[in-house]
């Protein structure tokens, strides 16, 4: 078993800043895909941003490509999204997600263990 959990979400106004963490425990390993999602209210889960286990290799969904960063930091079992130009359409709760293997997923049901979310609120 891997526990994931994230913090560092709030409510921030439009072009500010948040930069979310995923601390992992249990079963880690430093080699697996992490990924963040986010849903908002009425909406379905929706893919941010992954990450390869070396670190090597990120990924974006149009929607954050280029005002989000996704890192890792192999040594602290942790992962970050550093999410910047926010915007009100970027209110959501987002989760990170962890999945065994070598292979970068798009798709949430890829995903193996998730974390409880944390709460993102960018005010207009």
């Known amino acids: 078993q891997v526990q994931l959990v994230e913090s560092g979400g709030g409510l921030v106004q439009a072009g500010g800043s948040l930069r979310l963490s995923c601390a992992a425990s249990?079963?880690?390993?430093?080699?697996?895909?992490m990924g963040w999602f986010r849903q908002a209210p009425g909406k379905e889960r929706d893919f941010v941003a992954v990450?390869?286990?070396?670190?090597?290799?990120?990924y974006y969904s149009d929607s954050v490509k280029g005002r989000f960063t996704i890192s890792r930091d192999n040594s602290k079992n942790t992962v970050y999204l550093q999410m910047n130009s926010l915007k009100p359409e970027d209110t959501a709760i987002y989760y990170c997600?962890?999945?065994?293997?070598?292979?970068?997923?798009?798709?949430?049901?890829?995903?193996?263990?998730w974390g409880q979310g944390t709460q993102v609120t960018v005010s207009s």
């Open positions: 997600a962890a999945r065994g293997g070598p292979y970068t997923s798009h798709d949430s049901g890829n995903y193996d263990y």
């Open positions: 990450i390869s286990g070396s670190g090597i290799n990120q």
């Open positions: 249990g079963r880690t390993a430093s080699n697996n895909v």
